[in-house]
């Protein structure tokens, strides 16, 4: 690694690496820091994905970064543990310093935060073992694989009947476990038996596994429900710990009364609140799909190397004016 860059991309990802290769086609010199954690990772393949459809995690990101270095992009295995605001210097005001886990430190002119988020998952025995393969959380990138299954609904909140309800289009087999009879209204549960869905109320004890493969759910009864998958909702925690010393913050995500995440603050372009430092993916965007992300990642290296352009110009007619020679 230098020890100075025009940009830090922090995450090597479907938005990292996108906002990396965009920046490196504009010439600009990057270093992507990638700690080897997608959220996807677990998954078997990334779906809707226009060209890439079914492509597994790992393959995707390892063309990524062939296509990032084929421009002058670096790609470095660590954590970024601390961020900072620094002085710039006199072509340019601002400029930040990040703390990798290996103790370097590097000096970039501007950040962008791709450092994806985590899934808090429901506190139910057996299934965080299952989770991405038996037990899936959405309709849109996994629904075409479990279709015509026993497919297991997990209702822990009150958006879980509409959970329910998408995953009916996808099967006639579809059994709805309401946790807590409070989070499923009358009009909900008519809807849902109205569509055939069967409806289990209380508590669900464990997820059943054998041979690796999910196999069904153990009830607070003890009775057991076999099962070809099961949905479940996870909150989605944005990954910004180490940005503390920016003053950066993941805030709120809600959809009415319900949380279901955090997130950074972006504008349009993925400026945060802080100039200078960009977000894209789920650090920004929890319900963000692959190829969302990736799209929001090539908006925000877009809007970095619009950003630096304009600093590049501020320092030549500053230089200019002072009667210096400019390149």
Avoid: K
């Avoid at 990040?98 to 970039?108: F, P």
């Amino acid at each position: 690694m230098r020890d100075h860059y025009d940009v830090i991309v922090i995450g090597g990802a479907a938005a990292g690496l996108s906002a990396a290769l965009i920046l490196g086609r504009s010439r600009r010199s990057v270093l992507v820091v990638d700690s080897g954690e997608p959220r996807n990772a677990r998954a078997e393949g990334a779906h809707n994905y226009l060209g890439r459809e079914g492509a597994a995690p790992s393959e995707l990101y390892r063309v990524g970064r062939d296509e990032v270095a084929a421009y002058g992009v670096e790609v470095t295995a660590g954590r970024i543990v601390a961020a900072s605001a620094t002085d710039g210097d006199r072509a340019d005001a601002i400029g930040f310093s990040v703390t990798l886990d290996s103790g370097a430190i590097v000096a970039a002119r501007r950040l962008v935060v791709a450092s994806g988020a985590v899934d808090v998952l429901p506190d139910v025995p057996g299934l965080a073992e299952q989770w991405g393969r038996g037990v899936v959380h959405c309709p849109f990138c996994h629904g075409w694989e479990i279709r015509d299954q026993r497919i297991g609904v997990l209702v822990t909140t009150p958006i879980g009947a509409h959970h329910a309800l998408m995953f009916r289009a996808l099967s006639e087999d579809v059994t709805a476990f309401v946790t807590d009879p409070s989070l499923v209204d009358d009009t909900a549960l008519a809807g849902l038996r109205a569509r055939g869905v069967r409806v289990v109320t209380g508590p669900v004890a464990r997820v059943l596994s054998a041979s690796g493969a999910l196999t069904g759910v153990e009830l607070g009864s003890g009775e057991v429900v076999s099962l070809d998958a099961l949905a479940a909702a996870s909150t989605v925690e944005a990954r910004v710990d180490f940005l503390s010393g920016l003053g950066l913050v993941a805030v709120d995500q809600r959809m009415g009364d319900l949380r279901f995440g955090s997130a950074l603050s972006v504008d349009a372009a993925g400026q945060t609140t802080v100039p200078g430092v960009y977000a894209a993916g789920n650090v920004a965007s929890p319900t963000a799909t692959v190829i969302a992300s990736a799209a929001a990642g090539t908006q925000a290296g877009a809007a970095v190397h619009g950003d630096l352009v304009q600093a590049d110009l501020a320092a030549a007619l500053a230089a200019s004016d002072a009667g210096q020679p400019t390149r």
